[in-house]
C-alpha cells in the first residue's frame, strides 16, 4: 500500500477488556509515532519509535498503554484494562527522516462502553 | 517543556475575508514549526513548515522567535479552506532531543459562504 494503513477502523469493546490497535507503516519510513485524537484535547503524543534506537514512550498516559514495533515496520498499540477515558481515535504516522513530514494513517476510534 | 498553544478553538469567517490561525509555542531554543491540516473525511497532512518558507495553498507562517508565535494566515479565505488546523513544533534535529512532534490542540476555520 502506498501510505500509512491502521487496523482495526473501529473498535467497541467493554471497560476492563484488552484491545490491540496495529499500523503499518510506509515501507522503508524509519519513524513511527502514536498520538490520540480527542474533542478538546488536540493531538496527544503517546509514543515514537526511531530506528533501532529506544522509543520515547514519555507520551504513554498510564502503565495499561505500551507499544512495541517489530522488525523496524509494524507496531501494535496495546491498551490493558480499558477505561471510558480511554475512548478516542488512536493515530499512528511515519517519517522517512527524522524531523521529516509526518504521513498519517486514517486511525483507529476505539469506544469503550 | 516543549508546549503548543492554539487559544482558538473555532475561527469562523466569510469568504474573501482575511485569515489568522493563532499559534504560540514554549521551547528554550530554536524548534522546528509546522502547519498541518485535517480536512473532513481526510487524513491529517502538512501544510507548510518554517524552515520552506512556502506559500502552500494561499497560506503563509512567519517565526517570530520574540513573541514564540508562528500563526497561519491567509489573506482571502474560501470555502475549501474550511478544515482543523494543528500548528506543531519538534525539536532542532541537531539537538540531540528525540524528534517527536507536539500539537497544539487544533482550530477549526470554518469559512461561510
Known amino acids: 500500500g502506498a501510505g500509512v494503513s491502521q487496523s482495526p477502523s473501529n473498535k467497541v469493546t467493554e471497560k476492563g477488556k484488552d484491545v490491540e490497535l496495529r499500523c503499518d507503516p510506509i515501507s522503508g519510513h524509519t519513524a513511527l509515532y502514536w498520538y490520540r485524537q480527542s474533542l478538546g484535547q488536540g493531538l496527544e503524543f503517546l509514543i515514537y519509535?526511531?530506528?533501532?534506537?529506544?522509543?520515547?514512550k514519555s507520551g504513554l498516559p498510564s502503565d495499561r498503554f505500551s507499544a512495541e514495533r517489530t522488525g523496524g515496520s509494524v507496531s501494535t498499540l496495546t491498551i490493558q484494562r480499558t477505561q471510558q477515558e480511554d475512548s478516542a481515535v488512536y493515530l499512528c504516522?511515519?517519517?522517512?527522516?527524522?524531523?521529516?513530514?509526518?504521513?498519517f494513517g486514517e486511525g483507529s476510534r476505539l469506544t469503550v462502553l | 517543556a516543549q508546549r503548543v498553544t492554539q487559544p482558538e478553538k473555532l475561527l469562523s469567517v466569510f469568504k474573501g475575508a482575511p485569515v489568522e490561525l493563532k499559534c504560540n509555542y514554549s521551547y528554550s531554543g530554536s524548534p522546528e514549526l509546522f502547519w498541518y491540516v485535517q480536512y473532513s473525511r481526510q487524513r491529517l497532512q502538512l501544510l507548510l513548515r518554517h524552515i520552506s518558507r512556502e506559500s502552500i495553498k494561499g497560506f503563509t507562517a512567519d517565526l517570530n522567535k520574540g513573541e514564540t508565535s508562528f500563526h497561519l494566515k491567509k489573506p482571502f479565505a474560501q470555502e475549501e479552506d474550511s478544515a482543523m488546523y494543528y500548528c506543531a513544533l519538534s525539536p532542532p534535529l541537531n539537538s540531540g532531543a528525540t524528534n517527536k512532534l507536539i500539537f497544539g490542540t487544533g482550530t477549526l476555520l470554518a469559512v461561510q459562504p
Open positions: 519509535f526511531q530506528g533501532n534506537s529506544a522509543p520515547d
Open positions: 504516522a511515519s517519517s522517512s527522516i527524522p524531523g521529516g513530514e509526518l504521513f
